[in-house]
Structure formats: structure tokens, C-alpha cells
């Protein structure tokens, strides 16, 4: 799989990109993530590219021009399976998303910086919006790094145990049973005795009904989903 991130930032990219299970994999060569400096495509000598909106409103916005040749340079050296602007008002990241994009081949992730991006690369270049939550962040880098590390740890080979990954939060639609490691009794904290036992099956069913009231208590709406 080939992820390329699109940013006037990238050294913001850097550290996330570069350690635990996203570098492994990287170094690895089960995925490429190639971080691009739009200001490559930057205009006069301080590469410019951004500019005061049309209409008086405030803040900066990157222009069209060099997104869209950043865009082509990439495009014609290969196909995209998506190119993906990080946005608050796309839809909301979850485990179905990120689950159908590990399967994808090329995918790019373009970063918004300032005040957002001209909307004509939405409407004639970006194939999806995806938004990490209803909030707004100085840029779309940190929302890309954290949508390529939802991806790439599906990825077969990314993870060692590769059923770790099927057991996560949100897999099943559900949150997480509790989990509990050694000592089994520290401070007077006990793990609880059935995890305990060995027995498997009563094991499995204890999860499945922890899983299933922890996510009644706390997020009852994904029960409703």
C-alpha cells in the first residue's frame, strides 16, 4: 500500500510517521507513506501558497493552483484508489472506515492548513472528506496522521499477532471488554476470577457481556447504529 500525504507542514508528520507500529511497517516495506511539501508548487521566492479569500471573510486559504500540480505529478505517476481531504465537516472516522480503506492500494491525504483550501479542489480533485471529530485543529495533519494509523495497523503483517487487530474496539460495533495483565492481585486489586480459570468458552462469554453493558453505559449509540 502507497499513502501519500499532501501538507505545507511536514515536519508535523515526522514523529508520528516514523515510530511504533506505523514506522515498523514502513520499514518493513508493507506500506510507502511519502510526505509532499506543497509549497514545491509555491509561487515567487517565499513559495506562496496562500491567499485572502474572495468575499472579506478572515483568514488564509491555500490556493488552488499549487494543490492541483501537486496533485497531476502524483496522479500521473500512478492510479489512486482515493483522494481524501481531511476536513471537520466530512464524514466522521470510524473502524468501518478505516477498514475499508486498508484494502485500497494508493490513496492520497491532503492537509488543510489556515483557514481551509480553495473549494474548487473539492469539487473537481478530492474523492472523499473524512473528519477526526467535531472540532476544529490548526490543519489536517495531525488528522492525517492519525487516519493513516487507523489504516496501516490493518494492514496484514503491520502487527505481529495479526487477530490482535480483530479484536479492537469498534470491530464487532462494540466497545472493548476490560483487560487485565499480571499481577493478578496488586494494591488489593484483583483481576477478576473467571479470566482466571482457563476455561475458554465461560472466558469468551464473560467479554462478549462486557462488551456488550461498557458499551450500553458509555456509548449506548452504537448500540442504536
Sequence with gaps: MRIDILTVVPELLESPLSHSIVGRAREKG?????VHNIRKYGKGPRKQVDDYSYGGDAGMVLMVEPVHR???????ERDYDEIIYLSP???????????????????ILLCGHYKGIDHRIREHLVTREISVGDYVLSGGELPAAILADAIVRLIPGAITDETSALSDCFQDGLLSAPIYTRPAEYNGWKVPEILLSGNTRLIREWQDEQAISRTKELRPKLLDD
Excluded: F, P, R, Y
Design 70 to 76: 501537486m496533485i497531476q505529478e502524483l496522479t500521473s
Design 30 to 34: 508493507i506500506v510507502e507513506i511519502h
Design 89 to 107: 465537516d466530512g464524514e466522521i472516522l470510524n473502524q468501518n472506515i478505516a477498514n475499508e480503506l486498508s484494502i485500497k492500494e494508493n490513496i
